[in-house]
Protein backbone atom coordinates (compact mmCIF):
# COMPACT_ATOMS: atom_id res chain seq x y z
CA UNK A 1 0.00 0.00 0.00
CA UNK A 2 2.54 2.67 0.98
CA UNK A 3 4.05 1.72 -2.55
CA UNK A 4 0.72 3.00 -4.39
CA UNK A 5 0.99 6.01 -2.17
CA UNK A 6 4.41 7.39 -2.89
CA UNK A 7 4.01 6.04 -6.61
CA UNK A 8 4.14 8.68 -9.18
CA UNK A 9 2.52 6.27 -12.00
CA UNK A 10 -0.67 6.22 -9.74
CA UNK A 11 -0.67 10.24 -8.93
CA UNK A 12 0.40 11.47 -11.86
CA UNK A 13 -2.66 9.64 -13.94
CA UNK A 14 -5.32 10.02 -11.27
CA UNK A 15 -4.78 14.14 -11.22
CA UNK A 16 -5.48 14.11 -14.80
CA UNK A 17 -8.22 12.02 -15.00
CA UNK A 18 -9.34 14.55 -11.74
CA UNK A 19 -8.57 17.15 -13.70
CA UNK A 20 -10.68 15.78 -16.76
CA UNK A 21 -13.75 14.55 -15.03
CA UNK A 22 -14.18 17.22 -13.20
CA UNK A 23 -13.97 19.69 -15.69
CA UNK A 24 -16.48 17.34 -18.16
CA UNK A 25 -18.87 16.89 -15.50
CA UNK A 26 -18.80 20.46 -14.16
CA UNK A 27 -19.40 21.46 -17.92
CA UNK A 28 -22.07 18.97 -17.88
CA UNK A 29 -24.09 20.08 -15.05
CA UNK A 30 -23.99 23.59 -16.40
CA UNK A 31 -21.68 25.13 -14.21
CA UNK A 32 -19.24 26.31 -16.61
CA UNK A 33 -22.29 28.37 -18.43
CA UNK A 34 -19.92 31.41 -18.34
CA UNK A 35 -17.49 30.03 -19.91
CA UNK A 36 -18.55 27.47 -22.03
CA UNK A 37 -21.38 27.36 -24.46
CA UNK A 38 -23.21 24.16 -22.61
CA UNK A 39 -26.41 21.73 -22.80
CA UNK A 40 -29.95 23.15 -22.22
CA UNK A 41 -31.04 21.45 -18.50
CA UNK A 42 -32.95 22.73 -15.50
CA UNK A 43 -30.47 23.62 -12.25
CA UNK A 44 -28.76 20.23 -11.20
CA UNK A 45 -29.86 18.36 -8.34
CA UNK A 46 -28.20 17.70 -5.02
CA UNK A 47 -28.40 13.80 -5.98
CA UNK A 48 -26.84 15.11 -9.60
CA UNK A 49 -23.82 16.49 -7.78
CA UNK A 50 -23.25 13.99 -5.48
CA UNK A 51 -23.31 11.53 -8.47
CA UNK A 52 -21.28 13.08 -10.45
CA UNK A 53 -18.66 13.67 -7.19
CA UNK A 54 -18.72 10.27 -6.59
CA UNK A 55 -18.13 9.37 -10.47
CA UNK A 56 -15.53 11.29 -10.89
CA UNK A 57 -13.37 9.87 -8.02
CA UNK A 58 -13.95 6.66 -9.12
CA UNK A 59 -13.04 7.16 -12.00
CA UNK A 60 -10.02 8.86 -11.23
CA UNK A 61 -8.70 6.14 -8.34
CA UNK A 62 -9.56 3.55 -11.52
CA UNK A 63 -7.50 5.74 -14.01
CA UNK A 64 -4.64 5.63 -11.15
CA UNK A 65 -4.70 2.30 -9.89
CA UNK A 66 -5.02 1.38 -13.35
CA UNK A 67 -1.80 2.86 -14.99
CA UNK A 68 -0.11 1.38 -11.03
CA UNK A 69 -1.08 -1.80 -12.15
CA UNK A 70 0.14 -1.74 -15.72
CA UNK A 71 4.08 -0.67 -14.66
CA UNK A 72 3.82 -2.42 -10.83
CA UNK A 73 1.57 -5.32 -10.77
CA UNK A 74 -0.98 -7.36 -13.14
CA UNK A 75 -3.99 -5.69 -14.66
CA UNK A 76 -7.32 -7.89 -14.80
CA UNK A 77 -8.45 -8.92 -18.12
CA UNK A 78 -11.33 -6.34 -19.32
CA UNK A 79 -11.02 -3.40 -16.50
CA UNK A 80 -10.21 -0.97 -19.40
CA UNK A 81 -13.15 -1.94 -20.93
CA UNK A 82 -15.21 -1.83 -17.53
CA UNK A 83 -14.17 1.32 -16.60
CA UNK A 84 -14.61 2.80 -20.02
CA UNK A 85 -18.21 1.37 -19.37
CA UNK A 86 -19.12 2.99 -16.26
CA UNK A 87 -17.60 6.18 -17.18
CA UNK A 88 -19.63 6.42 -20.24
CA UNK A 89 -22.58 5.14 -18.59
CA UNK A 90 -22.78 7.75 -15.57
CA UNK A 91 -22.00 10.28 -18.24
CA UNK A 92 -25.07 9.55 -19.99
CA UNK A 93 -27.37 9.34 -16.56
CA UNK A 94 -26.46 13.06 -15.90
CA UNK A 95 -27.74 14.66 -18.96
CA UNK A 96 -31.22 15.99 -18.24
CA UNK A 97 -33.31 14.12 -20.98
CA UNK A 98 -36.11 16.45 -20.45
CA UNK A 99 -34.08 19.57 -21.13
CA UNK A 100 -32.19 18.16 -24.56
CA UNK A 101 -35.22 16.08 -26.15
CA UNK A 102 -35.77 18.60 -28.91
CA UNK A 103 -32.23 19.23 -30.06
CA UNK A 104 -31.54 15.31 -29.58
CA UNK A 105 -34.74 14.26 -31.24
CA UNK A 106 -33.43 16.95 -34.51
CA UNK A 107 -30.29 13.38 -34.60
CA UNK A 108 -32.69 10.74 -33.60
CA UNK A 109 -32.20 10.38 -30.04
CA UNK A 110 -34.92 12.39 -28.86
CA UNK A 111 -36.77 8.70 -27.99
CA UNK A 112 -33.94 6.75 -26.71
CA UNK A 113 -33.52 9.31 -23.99
CA UNK A 114 -37.02 9.84 -23.41
CA UNK A 115 -37.19 5.49 -23.41
CA UNK A 116 -34.38 5.53 -20.47
CA UNK A 117 -35.37 8.64 -18.24
CA UNK A 118 -37.35 6.26 -15.85
CA UNK A 119 -34.15 4.13 -15.64
CA UNK A 120 -31.65 6.84 -15.16
CA UNK A 121 -31.75 6.10 -11.01
CA UNK A 122 -31.13 2.01 -11.76
CA UNK A 123 -28.55 3.25 -14.36
CA UNK A 124 -26.13 5.55 -11.77
CA UNK A 125 -26.52 2.80 -9.37
CA UNK A 126 -25.04 0.47 -11.98
CA UNK A 127 -22.06 2.81 -12.98
CA UNK A 128 -21.44 3.30 -9.39
CA UNK A 129 -21.18 -0.62 -8.85
CA UNK A 130 -19.37 -1.17 -11.81
CA UNK A 131 -16.44 1.42 -10.94
CA UNK A 132 -16.58 0.02 -7.08
CA UNK A 133 -15.83 -3.51 -8.40
CA UNK A 134 -12.69 -1.91 -10.63
CA UNK A 135 -11.59 -0.48 -7.87
CA UNK A 136 -11.82 -3.37 -5.42
CA UNK A 137 -10.08 -5.74 -8.12
CA UNK A 138 -7.27 -3.10 -9.10
CA UNK A 139 -6.70 -2.44 -5.15
CA UNK A 140 -3.43 -3.86 -4.33
CA UNK A 141 -3.10 -6.76 -2.06
CA UNK A 142 -1.30 -7.15 0.86
CA UNK A 143 1.92 -8.72 0.69
Known amino acids: MKRIIR ?4 WIPFL ?3 IVVTTFFAWELDFLKSFLP ?3 RIAPTTEEILF ?3 LGFLLSLTTGLLFWNIKEGS ?3 GIKRATGFAGALGAITLICPVCVIFPASLLGLGIALGVIAPFLP ?3 VI ?3 VLGITV ?4 PRLE
Open 38 to 40: SLP
Open 127 to 129: AIV
Open 16 to 18: IAT
Open 136 to 139: WMLW
Open 75 to 77: CPI
Open 7 to 10: SARF
Open 52 to 54: SAL
Open 122 to 124: VLR
